[in-house]
């Protein structure tokens, strides 16, 4: 496999507009096929990237729950195989899946554990994974065995979204979620230039900064319009920010810690 991108951070960011950028990209550069999961509980790459979709992996697990004593043994799992792949929306140059919204009381323990599989597999299949999730990280943490190359955590252009980004790297590192390098996209910075508090609670995050992104009116409009980021043009500033911080990825490596792209 090629690359597995994580994007995350507390609602509001930009983190599905970036995600849907992406995985875009990596489809017009040829880099097919690419796998978009959307595991944020508020499932909104779909929209962002202008496609539908008929079920979610959550949906899945509730039916699976339900009929668990009705099923034994490969049932289970040519169930939730052909389940899975029914929710799958196809694209041309991606594929995506909605992981949906958290379970509800009761025990999911063979459901989450044959669901798990099921991903694990399914992600094999594609040369590139976009993970959109919320900052909790439960759809990337051990549960899913996702090996993560690069975790994008992404914050507005302030202290406490800086600080908060902070805690969710922790959080990660907590729960064991495997990473091989994570760092920071502070987005929607006016002029793109970082005032001195904020440089001051980036540097103490420690965490690398994988960009930082103008304000861009285009996606503004977009995203106050319910546009798609098709919508967005080639030439705007989130765009161009995109293509640097993919071609950085392409690569292998994180940017050195103190430095920044526009």
Not at 50 to 77: N, S
Not at 128 to 149: F, M
Not at 225 to 250: E, K, N, S, T
Request: charged content about 20%; proline content about 5%; aromatic content about 4%.
């Amino acid at each position: 496999m090629g690359l597995t991108i994580a994007v995350t951070g507390k609602g509001g960011v930009g983190k599905t507009t970036l995600s849907a950028l992406m995985v875009q990209w990596l489809a017009a550069q040829g880099e097919s096929p690419v796998l978009a999961i959307d595991a944020d509980s508020n499932a909104n790459l779909a929209e962002a990237l202008g496609i539908e979709y008929r079920a979610t992996v959550g949906g899945i697990r509730e039916d699976a729950r339900k009929q668990a004593k009705e099923l034994a043994g490969m049932a289970k799992q040519e169930f939730l195989d052909l389940r899975v792949q029914e929710a799958l929306v196809e694209h041309p140059g991606y594929d995506l899946i909605v992981m949906g919204r958290p379970e509800g009381p009761g025990c999911y323990c063979f459901a989450n554990n044959v669901l798990r599989d099921v991903i694990k597999r399914l992600s094999g299949n594609y040369r590139h994974l976009v993970v959109d999730s919320e900052a909790g990280l439960e759809h990337i943490s051990r549960r899913t065995l996702l090996q993560l190359d690069f975790l994008c955590i992404v914050s507005d252009c302030s202290v406490r979204g800086v600080r908060t980004a902070g805690r969710v790297a922790a959080l990660a590192a907590e729960m064991g979620t495997p990473v091989s390098q994570c760092g920071l996209i502070i987005n929607r910075v006016p002029n793109g230039e970082l005032p001195e508090g904020m440089q001051t609670a980036v540097a103490e995050t420690g965490l690398p900064v994988i960009a930082v992104i103008p304000f861009d009116d285009q996606v503004a409009a977009m995203d106050s319009g319910g546009m798609a980021v098709g919508d967005i043009p080639a030439d705007a500033p989130a765009r161009r920010a995109v293509d640097v911080i993919m071609q950085q990825f392409l690569v292998g490596a994180l940017a050195p810690a103190d430095s920044t792209t526009a």
